[in-house]
């Protein structure tokens, strides 16, 4: 496997040669030479990595094409996106969700992320034959091996990695990578080309739809100046949640995702690298706050959320300034009635399991739990 041969392979998959940009070279050598730089990685990974990897540049080959023939698409801008960030592990799932009960609100949903191009129509958000068919092919394979940690369905809200992956900055790469190197490089890299691009992508979706656009990632705090220099009407909402429980299930779930990829999992690699990512993930934002006049986030504390979703919403809402109809309202209750907490099974983890102590990682979290008044979960 080498970044050339990847490249002349989605060239061939897309049928289509030209790219809008190879900024997305740097992080893919590294990926590369991550994958094949862990001993303890089996060969199926390996391969799973090559095809994920020309998969994710025949897709920007396709909007490059596209966007190329229907230039007009970027004429409408991206304008005034609600943007969920914070900590993995806090809520933003469940956030996100009731906010696509909102028919005013356009979702990025994970169907798209595999058929980017030709963009969806307005009635085939989640009636494309693309959406159906992926729909049908998980319920014959029943392919999630992990639903209790992470269940998305096809026709429901995905996060935005997928769309960072095809410039190779994406924080979405890191499970399956297990790869110091390439998250301490993407901790520290430029990325502003793949926001650029993110946009671009949001641009091309929403030309035949309409809708405020209503996205998440919880990583998007680590760029978070990038993210509102591209988005600088962007309504950004702040997730919170005791870092140390969202330590504790966080890394549980990257040495459940490894153990997909690796013979044995590494739990130096999670023991050094995600108490670094997951203290950026709030350091970021705090620095934006402390910089700004007025505080730009809206917070919701996973607590509150999960005593009273609705309520919360209706806070967010006022926030916002959007009303928040009876029929909106409804349709968000019934989602949970549904789709309760532990629907596809329970989760159990603790610190202990990977050798942590809460004293330990006092000092990546302290002025975090200071600021905003977090109590320990029990």
Same mark, same amino acid.
């Given at each position: 496997?080498?970044?050339?041969?990847?490249?002349?392979?989605?060239?061939?998959?897309?049928?289509?040669?030209?790219?809008?940009?190879?900024?997305?070279?740097?992080?893919?050598?590294?990926?590369?030479?991550?994958?094949?730089?862990?001993?303890?990685?089996?060969?199926?990974?390996?391969?799973?990595?090559?095809?994920?990897?020309?998969?994710?540049?025949?897709?920007?080959?396709?909007?490059?094409?596209?966007?190329?023939?229907?230039?007009?698409?970027?004429?409408?801008?991206?304008?005034?996106?609600?943007?969920?960030?914070?900590?993995?592990?806090?809520?933003?799932?469940?956030?996100?969700?009731?906010?696509?009960?909102?028919?005013?609100?356009?979702?990025?949903?994970?169907?798209?992320?595999?058929?980017?191009?030709?963009?969806?129509?307005?009635?085939?958000?989640?009636?494309?034959?693309?959406?159906?068919?992926?729909?049908?092919?998980?319920?014959?394979? *029943?392919?999630?091996?992990?639903?209790?940690?992470?269940?998305?369905?096809?026709?429901?809200?995905?996060?935005?990695?997928?769309?960072?992956?095809?410039?190779?900055?994406?924080?979405?790469?890191?499970?399956?990578?297990?790869?110091?190197?390439?998250?301490?490089?993407?901790?520290?890299?430029?990325?502003?080309?793949?926001?650029?691009?993110?946009?671009?992508?949001?641009?091309?979706?929403?030309?035949?739809?309409?809708?405020?656009?209503?996205?998440?990632?919880?990583?998007?705090?680590?760029?978070?100046?990038?993210?509102?220099?591209?988005?600088?009407? *962007?309504?950004?909402?702040?997730?919170?949640?005791?870092?140390?429980?969202?330590?504790?299930?966080?890394?549980?779930?990257?040495?459940?995702?490894?153990?997909?990829?690796?013979?044995?999992?590494?739990?130096?690699?999670?023991?050094?690298?995600?108490?670094?990512?997951?203290?950026?993930?709030?350091?970021?934002?705090?620095?934006?706050?402390?910089?700004?006049?007025?505080?730009?986030?809206?917070?919701?504390?996973?607590?509150?959320?999960?005593?009273?979703?609705?309520?919360?919403?209706?806070?967010?809402?006022?926030?916002?300034?959007?009303?928040?109809?009876?029929?909106?309202?409804?349709?968000?209750?019934?989602?949970?009635?549904?789709?309760?907490?532990?629907?596809?099974?329970?989760?159990?983890?603790?610190?202990?399991?990977?050798?942590?102590?809460?004293?330990?990682?006092?000092?990546?979290?302290?002025?975090?739990?200071?600021?905003?008044?977090?109590?320990?979960?029990?």
């Amino acid at each position: 496997m080498h970044a050339d041969e990847i490249i002349q392979k989605a060239r061939d998959k897309a049928q289509r040669n030209l790219f809008d940009s190879e900024s997305f070279r740097e992080g893919l050598e590294i990926a590369v030479d991550a994958v094949l730089g862990k001993p303890t990685r089996s060969p199926e990974s390996v391969a799973w990595h090559e095809a994920q990897f020309v998969d994710f540049l025949a897709n920007r080959l396709k909007v490059a094409d596209y966007i190329r023939q229907n230039p007009s698409v970027l004429i409408r801008p991206v304008t005034a996106p609600i943007i969920i960030i914070g900590l993995p592990r806090t809520g933003s799932t469940l956030l996100s969700y009731l906010l696509d009960a909102d028919e005013s609100l356009r979702s990025l949903l994970r169907w798209e992320m595999r058929h980017l191009v030709p963009p969806p129509t307005q009635g085939g958000l989640r009636n494309d034959p693309r959406c159906l068919a992926l729909i049908e092919e998980e319920r014959r394979a *029943a392919s999630n091996p992990l639903p209790h940690l992470h269940h998305e369905p096809w026709d429901g809200p995905t996060e935005c990695h997928t769309i960072l992956s095809h410039d190779f900055k994406s924080a979405g790469l890191g499970p399956g990578l297990a790869s110091f190197g390439y998250g301490m490089w993407l901790l520290e890299c430029d990325t502003g080309s793949a926001y650029d691009y993110h946009r671009t992508v949001l641009q091309m979706l929403q030309s035949q739809t309409t809708g405020t656009w209503s996205l998440k990632l919880p990583s998007h705090a680590l760029n978070i100046r990038t993210l509102m220099a591209a988005y600088p009407d *962007a309504r950004i909402i702040w997730t919170h949640r005791d870092p140390y429980q969202v330590s504790a299930s966080f890394m549980s779930m990257m040495a459940a995702a490894q153990s997909l990829h690796l013979r044995e999992i590494d739990r130096d690699y999670i023991r050094r690298y995600y108490p670094l990512r997951l203290r950026e993930h709030v350091s970021r934002p705090m620095a934006v706050q402390d910089a700004s006049a007025n505080d730009p986030f809206h917070h919701i504390f996973y607590g509150d959320l999960m005593r009273d979703p609705v309520g919360q919403m209706r806070k967010l809402y006022a926030w916002l300034g959007r009303p928040l109809t009876a029929t909106t309202e409804e349709k968000m209750s019934l989602w949970l009635q549904n789709n309760r907490q532990g629907k596809f099974g329970k989760h159990a983890y603790s610190l202990e399991d990977l050798g942590f102590s809460e004293r330990e990682l006092t000092p990546f979290f302290e002025d975090y739990v200071a600021r905003f008044g977090l109590a320990r979960e029990r």
